[in-house]
């Protein structure tokens, strides 16, 4: 455990303890998240090459535009 990670925690055990469950639940809760997305995007490298790919060609060729923020 980084030192950070345990003053965190030192921090966290002083609070009240419905505090620390709130806490804990949200820290699980973005943990399992983090793994979520590490799984969609693991799942999802060759579609991504793929579609960079055709975007570059796309703008290599001449189909592409600047973006302008005034007409979004």
Request: zero cysteines; proline letters at 3%; aromatic letters at 6%.
């Amino acid at each position: 455990m980084t030192k950070l990670l345990e003053r965190a925690f030192k921090e966290a055990s002083r609070l009240p303890e419905v505090e620390q469950n709130a806490l804990a639940k949200w820290v699980l809760e973005e943990l399992e998240a983090e793994g979520r997305w590490e799984k969609a995007f693991a799942g999802s490298e060759d579609i991504l090459d793929r579609l960079a790919d055709e975007a570059l060609a796309a703008h290599k060729n001449g189909k592409t535009k600047p973006l302008d923020i005034d007409t979004l």
